[in-house]
């Protein structure tokens, strides 16, 4: 999954974007408000964590600008301010969550898969698609009660598509879910991650449209 961090701290941002990533997310670390707003529309981003005490343009105003314009993407504020007026002032606004500096960054990984669940209408913490059981948070996959070992993209591209159950991705999209900015990435990465993935649980789960990309059909019940 790739997520936007908006943090003007340098050791924060650093020690946050490598925690993340050790997590499986692929990071994106802006230091502006301004070029946080230029990223935000250039980009899809699963979850944006935003800091409030931003220079060239704050937090809150990347926010109201960004739901201004209709978006939906998970936004957690993450800030050392405590004060119960900045909390209620970008709750207002349109943020998801809520999280104050110094954080605990299991915490942190743990709040962004509940804000992307609640986007995506999804109450439970488990992904479940037939026999297929994946859980985000330990980073297992079983099936039919047998533990999966997948790599971490594998992993990340299989919940890309599963929290995507219907819609069809395309080829670039999965891509930029994967990598984040200066990841040099092959011209057939996903054709293999998807190779595998199909090997490892069966060739039926991932289809391919061709000329449009990937899908994991959903069941009867849209799941």
């Given at each position: 999954m790739r997520v936007l961090l908006v943090e003007d701290d340098l050791l924060l941002g650093k020690a946050t974007r490598k925690g993340l990533e050790t997590r499986g997310y692929a990071v994106d670390w802006i230091r502006d408000g301004v070029s946080a707003?230029?990223?935000?529309?250039?980009?899809?981003?699963?979850?944006?964590?935003?800091?409030?005490?931003?220079?060239?343009?704050?937090?809150?105003?990347?926010?109201?600008?960004?739901?201004?314009?209709?978006?939906?993407?998970?936004?957690?504020v993450i800030t050392?301010?405590?004060?119960?007026?900045?909390?209620?002032?970008?709750?207002?606004?349109?943020?998801?969550?809520?999280?104050?500096?110094?954080?605990?960054?299991?915490?942190?990984?743990?709040?962004?898969?509940?804000?992307?669940?609640?986007?995506?209408?999804?109450?439970?913490?488990?992904?479940?698609?037939?026999?297929?059981?994946?859980?985000?948070?330990?980073r297992t996959v079983t099936m039919n009660g047998t533990t999966i070992p997948?790599?971490?993209?594998?992993?990340?591209?299989?919940?890309?598509?599963?929290?995507?159950?219907?819609?069809?991705?395309?080829?670039?999209?999965?891509?930029?879910?994967?990598?984040?900015?200066g990841e040099e990435i092959e011209s057939n990465t996903v054709e293999v991650y998807i190779h595998h993935l199909r090997r490892k649980l069966g060739k039926e789960l991932i289809k391919t449209i061709h000329g449009a990309g990937y899908i994991i059909e959903a069941g009867p019940d849209g799941h």
């Open positions: 707003e230029a990223a935000i529309a250039a980009h899809d981003y699963e979850a944006i964590l935003l800091d409030l005490g931003l220079p060239r343009q704050d937090g809150l105003t990347v926010l109201a600008k960004l739901r201004k314009r209709g978006s939906s993407v998970p936004v957690l050392a301010r405590d004060e119960v007026a900045d909390k209620v002032g970008g709750l207002d606004l349109g943020a998801d969550d809520f999280i104050v500096k110094p954080f605990d960054l299991d915490e942190l990984a743990a709040r962004i898969r509940a804000s992307i669940r609640r986007a995506n209408h999804r109450p439970q913490s488990h992904l479940v698609h037939g026999t297929l059981d994946v859980d985000p948070a330990s997948l790599t971490a993209h594998q992993f990340a591209l299989l919940v890309q598509l599963l929290e995507a159950r219907g819609q069809v991705l395309s080829k670039a999209r999965l891509e930029e879910s994967l990598y984040g900015w």
